[in-house]
């Protein structure tokens, strides 16, 4: 309602003519019940000199009489936990009572129920379950849960929703921190990110307790990161956000100097990020550098990336999050909402190969890190020499997704395999034998060119020669003039 005239007004709406207690603003906001229907309402607003009666406006309230229906339902990351979507809000009496909910797997075994939590929006009932088995099956089977209609309509008998339980192991309340001699006293986060050092380099590693740099410690350099001692590098923070409860939430950074924020709002792969702040001042509080607001689900884990880069003075890079609504004061996300979530594996073992001595042989595989650290694993290729793989050895230098070597026939039968770590696991693949045959045909010559003086001559072969000693008298090499 629009209001005209001297200040202060007085103002009282009225329902049927009786006084609403509290009804004082310029606008009255309820949700109405089916027998509010017909009910009409006005105000009256006075100030000093008069007073004046509003228009009455009449309420129609349209019965709500569709039952909710079961949406979907998602696994929690530490497979202790499952959240069930439904279509609109519920009555909170049958949507936290856990003996409305059954979980079976595929072979019809039941995993506990032990709490449920719903959202504040209504719309999302976060079940606590007994372990779950990582990348099994299950199904929710949900009954006797209502909406919160004047007269409740019941979700259909039995309403059904599968979910995948996770296979990524969780370390919770650990983020990955990685700093970089990259990118000089530039503050400008692309300064790190166009180093050839970025981002298979950094210089220093650590879990951390949360998104917070500070948090860093190096026991070689007191103070590199918990004060600002190290200067002219830059550094980021990788892991997930476990929200405790369902809802609309906004991130924030703080961060000196230039930082950038990646999260995957969808889950935990580090594929799905996208950029939601680039921030190139330095030092903005973290109400300065919000995002927009994002839906996030109770227990599930949103990947996310924090980078800084650091030029000269103070440096480092904290983020916090909190609900739509909440105006607690903003601090750095708890160690209790953070975690580190992946799953390391082996794609394509190395294989058997077979060569020709003097030539080169080369062993690769593909390794895999799902969720958080895609690319930070590390390979150290393993040789054994007794032909029975009861030893290996690690192959100096050979600490790539590949390992060539010039194989003579010493190395015939030898074994070769890769240990790739992460930093919640290490895999080691099978083994690849190499066999080496001796060869038995002569070289040929591929190519002849001359210098550009025309004082050499440049002879390619198909393979290496032996040098041996080279005798022109005795025609290892004869030149001719074509005339």
Same mark, same amino acid.
């Given at each position: ?10 103002? !009282? ?56 229906? $079961? ?45 449920? #939590? ?13 372990? !779950? ?81 500070? $948090? ?21 923070? +990788? ?52 995002? +927009?607001?994002?839906? $996030? ?26 609900? +739509? ?20 594996? #082996? ?5 058997? #190969? ?27 290729? !393993? ?35 890769? +240990? ?24 040929? $010559? ?38």
């Amino acid at each position: 309602m629009g209001v005209d005239g001297i200040p202060p007004y007085f103002i !009282q709406w009225y329902s049927n003519n009786v006084a609403i207690p509290g009804a004082t603003n310029q606008s009255y906001r309820f949700q109405p019940l089916r027998y509010a229907d017909g009910t009409q309402y006005k105000a009256i607003v006075q100030n000093d000199f008069s007073s004046f009666i509003s228009s009455t406006g009449t309420l129609t309230v349209i019965v709500d009489s569709t039952s909710p229906t $079961l949406v979907s339902a998602v696994g929690g990351v530490n497979r202790a936990n499952a959240s069930v979507i439904f279509s609109e809000a519920m009555a909170v009496t049958g949507a936290t009572n856990p003996a409305n909910y059954t979980i079976t797997n595929a072979a019809g075994a039941t995993l506990a129920v032990s709490s449920v #939590i719903l959202s504040p929006n209504g719309k999302v009932a976060t079940l606590t379950t007994a372990p !779950q088995t990582a990348n099994a099956q299950y199904w929710v089977v949900v009954n006797n849960v209502t909406d919160r209609a004047g007269i409740p309509n019941p979700i259909a008998a039995n309403s059904v929703a599968s979910f995948v339980a996770t296979e990524l192991d969780l370390l919770a309340g650990k983020v990955l921190f990685r700093a970089y001699n990259a990118g000089g006293n530039s503050t400008a986060v692309d300064a790190m990110v166009n180093d050839p050092l970025y981002p298979n380099f950094p210089d220093f590693t650590q879990l951390i307790n949360g998104f917070n740099s500070r $948090l860093a410690s190096d026991p070689a350099n007191a103070g590199f990161y918990s004060g600002d001692t190290r200067e002219n590098y830059g550094a980021t923070m +990788v892991g997930h956000f476990i929200p405790p409860i369902s809802g609309d939430w906004i991130l924030y950074t703080s961060a000196d100097d230039g930082s950038r924020l990646f999260m995957n709002t969808n889950g935990p792969s580090s594929a799905g990020k996208v950029q939601l702040l680039n921030i190139i001042p330095c030092c903005g509080a973290f109400a300065a550098n919000p995002t +927009v607001p994002v839906s $996030l689900i109770a227990g599930q884990a949103y990947y996310i990336e924090g980078l800084y880069k650091e030029g000269g003075g103070g440096d480092f890079m904290q983020i916090a999050a909190r609900m +739509v609504g909440d105006g607690s004061t903003l601090v750095p996300i708890p160690q209790s909402q953070v975690g580190f979530a992946s799953k390391l594996s #082996i794609a394509q073992q190395p294989t058997n #190969i077979t060569v020709i001595q003097n030539h080169n042989a080369t062993f690769s595989l593909v390794a895999n890190l799902a969720g958080a650290g895609a690319g930070s694993q590390t390979y150290q290729w !393993q040789r054994s020499t007794d032909t029975t793989g009861s030893v290996f050895t690690n192959i100096p230098a050979a600490t790539a997704s590949s390992y060539t070597l010039f194989a003579g026939l010493a190395d015939d039968q030898f074994q070769f395999r890769a +240990v790739v770590s992460s930093v919640l696991a290490t895999n080691t693949s099978t083994a690849a034998i190499l066999t080496v045959l001796a060869d038995t045909d002569g070289p040929v $010559l591929v190519s002849v060119s001359s210098a550009v003086f025309l004082d050499a001559i440049t002879l390619v072969w198909n393979e290496v020669i032996d040098a041996g000693p080279v005798d022109p008298a005795n025609g290892n090499y004869v030149l001719k003039d074509p005339a």
